[in-house]
């Protein structure tokens, strides 16, 4: 018995990655004004309060990733101090 996959899901009808490349059999000219129309329709601009919790919480993660690093280095060099060379 093989169970069969069934989603449910709604197209709305927006291009996520346009395959109309040049020079394919399937190439449609002109299909480049509507992909942009799609491209653009997509989301509305950022507030400012919006931009700046964006930005702080892009900054945030990027010195979460740095105080990782550091704190990785700072374990290897001591583990190379009291250890690995005494």
Do not use: Q
């Amino acid at each position: 018995m093989k169970k069969t996959k069934h989603t449910d899901y709604e197209d709305d009808g927006r291009t996520i990655a346009n395959m109309n490349v040049d020079g394919m059999p399937w190439y449609v000219r002109g299909d480049e004004k509507r992909a942009k129309k799609d491209r653009d329709s997509v989301g509305s601009p950022l507030t400012d309060e919006e931009l700046r919790l964006y930005k702080f919480a892009a900054l945030k993660s990027a010195l979460l990733v740095v105080l990782v690093f550091a704190a990785v280095f700072f374990l290897f060099i001591a583990f190379c101090d009291f250890v690995w060379f005494k």
